[in-house]
Structure formats: C-alpha cells, structure tokens
Antibody, heavy 122, light 108 residues
Framework: EVQLVESGGGVVRPGGSLRLSCAAS????????MSWVRQVPGKGLEWVSG????????GYADSVKGRFTISRDSAKNSLYLQMNSLRAEDTALYHC???????????????WGQGTMVTVSS | EIVLTQSPGTLSLSPGERATLSCRAS???????LAWYQQKPGQAPRLLIY???SRATGIPDRFSGSGSGTDFTLTISRLEPEDFAVYYC?????????FGGGTKVEIK
C-alpha cells in the first residue's frame, strides 16, 4: 500500500525548534518530488516547502524561508522538515505530500499523509 | 506569488444537482498547472483533477475540470452524497505553489 506517515509534531514554545519526519512506503521514494503542506484546523491549505527527487532543488513559502529546512534521505525513504525560530502562526497540521513527478513543482500532489500537529505556544 | 480566488465560498445544493466551482488566478497559470482537491472532515486532501482537466486515478467521471490562463472550473455533474466536502484549487507551475481558499459544497 502506498503510504505517507508523518511524525514529530508536538507543543513547542515560541522561538523553539522541531523536526518533522515523513516515512514513505509502497513506492520508489527516489522517483518523486515531495512537499510539506500545512493547515490550521478549520482553515485552508498552505504549501510550506518542496524538494525534488534527488534533493537538488528546494523551494519555500516566504512565510518560512530562512527558518525551515526541507531534506530527504533515500536510504530511509524519509522526508524531513527542520523548523527553527517557531512562531505562534506556525501552529497547524503538517501534511507531507507526494508529487506525481520528479519535481515538487510542475505536478500535482497525488498521495497525502494524515498529518502531524504542531502547536507553538508559551 | 499567484493568488487563487475560489468562488463561491459555500455552495448549497441537493443530491443529484450540478455543482460548478470557480477558481480565478491573479496571473496566468503556465501550462495549465492547475489541480483540484477534495477534502472531507478529518481526512487528508484527495487529488481529483490535474493539468486543469485530467482526472486522477480512480476519480469518477462525474468530476470534470476545464479552463486555462486565469479562469478554471470544477464541475460535478450530479452530486452524490459522498461529494459534499470542501474543494481546493492549486497552481503548481510557479513557486511558491499556492492554494485557493476553498469552496464548501454543503447539502441544501
């Protein structure tokens, strides 16, 4: 079964750090671009960051640029999001998503994980 | 950044009726890199349409997408009970990738 499972969410104080993980299974991880998309409960979707199939190209939303870093490990079939200098407005459910092609852009997201919740609060 | 505006915000319809959802972009969406997703409460989004008009795997043919440039439409020909949900458009041809604010299709 093709599956993405996120982990690493939790409660963190403003200014703190957190590292999210996304474990992929059921497909050849190296063949696909990947992204993180977040959603405040009850609100809409916001693309956060993306990475192409080999990690050679990455992209970020302006709201997280300079604070978040996306990476991937083909040996572990895993996607990561290192989040530093966290703010209250980063509070959301974070989904990882697979692009239909090699790039994180130029193709839609056909597989999504259920998400991991991040709460930034003092 | 390409801003996507979806309308209406809420669509109240009965099962069997036709639903027409609009997504307007602030700039041209290159090569029709436009997708539609369906999301139900407590679930992850599901890809319905990519490339503005191509149905994703397993999506029933009552769902269709059309449009180009800055104006795109998702049509559900006859609403089934399981179609009542929130629908998002997304452009993925220009970074940052962006989503519309969503249209909720509710039972009238």
């Amino acid at each position: 079964e093709v599956q993405l499972v996120e982990s690493g969410g939790g409660v963190v104080r403003p200014g703190g750090s957190l590292r999210l993980s996304c474990a992929a299974s059921g497909f050849t991880f190296d063949d696909y671009g990947m992204s993180w998309v977040r959603q405040v409960p009850g609100k809409g979707l916001e693309w956060v960051s993306g990475i192409n199939w080999n990690g050679g190209s990455t992209g970020y939303a302006d709201s997280v640029k300079g604070r978040f870093t996306i990476s991937r490990d083909s040996a572990k079939n895993s996607l990561y999001l290192q989040m530093n200098s966290l703010r209250a407005e980063d509070t959301a459910l974070y989904h990882c998503a697979r692009a239909r092609g090699y790039s994180y852009g130029y193709d839609a997201f056909d597989i999504w994980g259920q998400g991991t919740m991040v709460t930034v609060s003092s | 950044e390409i801003v996507l505006t979806q309308s209406p915000g809420t669509l109240s319809l009965s099962p069997g009726e036709r639903a027409t959802l609009s997504c307007r972009a602030s700039q041209n969406v290159s090569s029709s890199y436009l997708a539609w997703y369906q999301q139900k409460p407590g679930q992850a989004p599901r890809l319905l349409i990519y490339g503005a008009s191509s149905r994703a795997t397993g999506i029933p043919d009552r769902f269709s997408g059309s449009g180009s440039g800055t104006d795109f439409t998702l049509t559900i020909s006859r609403l089934e009970p399981e179609d009542f949900a929130v629908y998002y458009c997304q452009q993925y041809g220009s970074s940052p990738l962006t989503f519309g604010g969503g249209t909720k299709v509710e039972i009238k």
